[in-house]
């Protein structure tokens, strides 16, 4: 059966393709239309479908609309009630639901030949869950969704056993805990649906000095749900606008929000552990990035593993609707393959690319040593490999890495990239010596989805990749999945004696993922980077006729 993923209707639009039950593709639309997350989350451009990343997705699987077998939508909007029914203060919602309503003729008009019957709607939450229990390589598991809302619900508490989703609870509307870290990120100053990553580096600052006053409105009601009732913010902190300065207070209530958050998922975790007597937990839905209190889950709480999807956030339901659709079908759907599920160029279309746009470049021997070399001698580059990764982390394949030894990287990296100075860059590590150096989180990490504690003996060696309060959030690199990071990282090590790379997403403010080749090259163009090592290819900055 021949699925394609659809999500469409907040925002990180995004695409997936499911065929005879494998993922085959998969990506968001923001890396075509180079708009980042794609288009706001209102309800005026609740249209706009990925189109751009569908159509790649079925050329690059030589299908054509009418190939398809199904189109999951990971919205039901038979599911939803009226805003104001729901206590949701949002007077367009109306307009989100008409075109959820039309989505199937909106598809079939933006992909000829595609028939509307053939479009199925997902409930949003159980495309998130999807997305965590059928494409995790556990086969079966406990599931816990958590996002900001879907139709009617704001989480799903389950258990996928061989294939079927059981739900044992969810928590209705108003309540939800991805929309309170959405109000206190747009408090201190950031875009809501977007900047949340922020509070929880911010969080790090401060003392959680609020926590009694967010003890009552925000709690786990003991039947598998929660409440969250209205927080004056104001009361606690001053509210910020974009780019003004915050203070110890700011932070503060970062960190009181950011461990209120952790306590009630443990207790979420711990009624669904209860429930279920399960030894793994799957987890989905945008309060699923938040790798702080993932770890805390993975190390206080009850389950013995803790699986993440990479694309946790609504783009990755365009991937669980299509598992899900596909395995109602009785397809035998297998856990992803990883998280580079977008597109890719062999190395004669990269040379083209070069050819055309003039640049000197040469081909070493061997690319990944090239760059280790580069990098010890602190050097910084854009490394573009293979196929561009699913949900908003870069692991390996568009990544920009630098050496982490050197304490002034950090500030490098964040000017490259035109980020605050309060949010720390993460390390790459070859899995089998990330226990030697970091501790607590999980490992393996390949998806950069917990965070853990540096080793004092290290801290000193890596203090690039150091957050204040002595954390890192690691990919570890398994040289089966990623052999070119793998004999990079190698390579690095044998000069430095450091089996650790900086790594971050190759991108400037403000944009998405570099994602084609023309993206890198614009990148490595206006950006202070010394190198960019695309496929087998190295151009070097300052080498220009
Ligand atoms: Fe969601």
């Given at each position: 059966m021949r699925v394609l993923g659809v999500n469409a209707l907040?925002?990180d639009h995004a695409v997936a393709l499911v065929v005879d039950g494998e993922v085959v593709a998969a990506a968001e639309?923001?890396?075509?239309?180079?708009?980042?997350?794609?288009?706001?989350?209102?309800?005026?451009?609740?249209?706009?479908l990925p189109?751009?990343s569908a159509r790649w997705c079925l050329e690059t699987a030589g299908l054509r609309p009418e190939d398809l077998d199904a189109v999951a939508y990971s919205f039901d909007?038979r599911l939803?009630?009226?805003?104001?029914?729901?206590?949701?203060?949002?007077?367009?919602?109306?307009?989100?639901?008409?075109?959820?309503?039309?989505a199937p003729?909106?598809l079939a008009?933006?992909m000829?030949g595609l028939d509307p019957g053939a479009v199925q709607f997902v409930p949003h939450h159980v495309a998130h869950a999807a997305s965590a229990g059928l494409a995790a390589p556990v086969r079966d598991s406990?599931v816990?969704v958590?996002?900001?809302?879907g139709?009617?619900?704001?989480?799903l508490?389950g258990r996928y056993a061989a294939g079927e989703l059981e739900v044992?609870?969810?928590?209705?509307?108003?309540?939800?805990?991805?929309?309170?870290?959405?109000?206190?990120?747009?408090?201190?100053?950031?875009?809501?649906?977007?900047?949340?990553?922020?509070?929880?580096?911010?969080?790090?600052?401060?003392?959680?000095?609020?926590?009694?006053?967010?003890?009552?409105?925000?709690?786990?009601?003991?039947?598998?749900?929660?409440?969250?009732?209205?927080?004056?913010?104001?009361?606690?902190?001053?509210?910020?606008?974009?780019?003004?300065?915050?203070?110890?207070?700011?932070?503060?209530?970062?960190?009181?929000?950011?461990?209120?958050?952790?306590?009630?998922?443990?207790?979420?975790?711990?009624?669904?552990?209860?429930?279920?007597?399960?030894?793994a937990?799957t987890l989905a839905g945008?309060?699923?990035?938040?790798?702080?209190?993932?770890?805390?889950?993975?190390?206080?709480?009850?389950?013995?593993?803790?699986w993440v999807q990479p694309a946790a956030g609504d783009a990755g339901t365009a991937l669980g609707g299509a598992l899900h659709v596909a395995a109602g079908a009785g397809d035998p759907v297998g856990p992803m393959p990883g998280a580079d599920l977008g597109?890719?160029?062999?190395?004669?279309?990269?040379?083209?690319?070069?050819?055309?746009?003039?640049?000197?470049?040469?081909?070493?021997?061997?690319?990944?040593?090239?760059?280790?070399?580069?990098?010890?001698?602190?050097?910084?580059?854009?490394?573009?490999?293979?196929r561009?990764?699913y949900g908003?982390?870069?692991?390996?394949?568009?990544?920009?890495?630098?050496?982490?030894?050197?304490?002034?990287?950090?500030?490098?990296?964040?000017?490259?990239?035109?980020?605050?100075?309060?949010?720390?860059?993460?390390?790459?590590?070859?899995?089998?010596?990330?226990?030697?150096?970091?501790?607590?989180?999980?490992?393996?990490?390949?998806?950069?989805?917990?965070?853990?504690?540096?080793?004092?003996?290290?801290?000193?060696?890596?203090?690039?990749?150091?957050?204040?309060?002595?954390?890192?959030?690691?990919?570890?690199?398994?040289?089966?999945?990623?052999?070119?990071?793998?004999?990079?990282?190698?390579?690095?090590?044998?000069?430095?004696?450091?089996?650790?790379?900086?790594?971050?997403?190759?991108?400037?403010?403000?944009?998405?993922?570099?994602?084609?080749?023309?993206?890198?090259?614009?990148?490595?163009?206006?950006?202070?980077?010394?190198?960019?090592?695309?496929?087998?290819?190295?151009?070097?900055?300052?080498?220009?006729?």
């Amino acid at each position: 059966m021949r699925v394609l993923g659809v999500n469409a209707l907040f925002h990180d639009h995004a695409v997936a393709l499911v065929v005879d039950g494998e993922v085959v593709a998969a990506a968001e639309e923001e890396r075509f239309s180079r708009r980042k997350h794609g288009k706001r989350p209102v309800p005026f451009a609740a249209w706009e479908l990925p189109e751009l990343s569908a159509r790649w997705c079925l050329e690059t699987a030589g299908l054509r609309p009418e190939d398809l077998d199904a189109v999951a939508y990971s919205f039901d909007p038979r599911l939803a009630r009226p805003a104001s029914e729901q206590g949701l203060d949002d007077p367009w919602d109306h307009l989100r639901l008409t075109y959820a309503e039309k989505a199937p003729g909106f598809l079939a008009a933006g992909m000829p030949g595609l028939d509307p019957g053939a479009v199925q709607f997902v409930p949003h939450h159980v495309a998130h869950a999807a997305s965590a229990g059928l494409a995790a390589p556990v086969r079966d598991s406990s599931v816990l969704v958590l996002d900001g809302r879907g139709e009617a619900v704001s989480h799903l508490a389950g258990r996928y056993a061989a294939g079927e989703l059981e739900v044992l609870a969810s928590q209705a509307l108003p309540h939800s805990l991805g929309l309170l870290y959405e109000d206190v990120t747009e408090h201190l100053g950031f875009l809501r649906s977007s900047d949340e990553y922020k509070v929880m580096a911010m969080a790090s600052y401060g003392q959680p000095r609020f926590l009694a006053e967010l003890t009552d409105p925000v709690r786990a009601t003991g039947d598998g749900g929660f409440h969250t009732d209205p927080v004056d913010w104001g009361s606690l902190a001053k509210r910020l606008g974009p780019g003004d300065d915050w203070t110890q207070d700011h932070a503060d209530l970062a960190a009181s929000v950011q461990r209120r958050l952790e306590e009630v998922l443990l207790d979420l975790v711990r009624w669904l552990h209860q429930q279920t007597g399960g030894t793994a937990l799957t987890l989905a839905g945008g309060v699923a990035l938040n790798c702080v209190a993932n770890t805390r889950i993975a190390a206080e709480g009850p389950f013995d593993q803790v699986w993440v999807q990479p694309a946790a956030g609504d783009a990755g339901t365009a991937l669980g609707g299509a598992l899900h659709v596909a395995a109602g079908a009785g397809d035998p759907v297998g856990p992803m393959p990883g998280a580079d599920l977008g597109r890719g160029w062999t190395d004669a279309e990269v040379e083209t690319w070069l050819t055309t746009a003039k640049v000197p470049y040469e081909r070493p021997a061997d690319i990944a040593d090239a760059v280790a070399e580069l990098l010890a001698d602190n050097g910084i580059v854009a490394w573009f490999q293979g196929r561009s990764e699913y949900g908003p982390r870069a692991l390996g394949h568009r990544s920009l890495l630098a050496h982490p030894g050197f304490p002034a990287n950090l500030e490098r990296m964040n000017d490259v990239k035109g980020r605050e100075q309060f949010r720390p860059v993460a390390p790459m590590v070859l899995a089998e010596r990330a226990r030697d150096i970091f501790g607590r989180g999980p490992v393996p990490s390949p998806y950069m989805l917990f965070v853990h504690d540096v080793a004092a003996s290290w801290r000193e060696r890596i203090p690039a990749v150091v957050h204040v309060d002595g954390t890192a959030r690691i990919q570890s690199v398994d040289r089966a999945d990623e052999p070119l990071v793998a004999r990079m990282l190698e390579r690095f090590e044998a000069r430095t004696g450091l089996p650790v790379v900086v790594n971050t997403s190759l991108n400037t403010a403000g944009r998405p993922m570099v994602d084609d080749p023309r993206d890198a090259l614009e990148c490595f163009g206006s950006a202070p980077v010394d190198a960019l090592a695309i496929g087998p290819f190295l151009v070097r900055r300052g080498q220009w006729p």
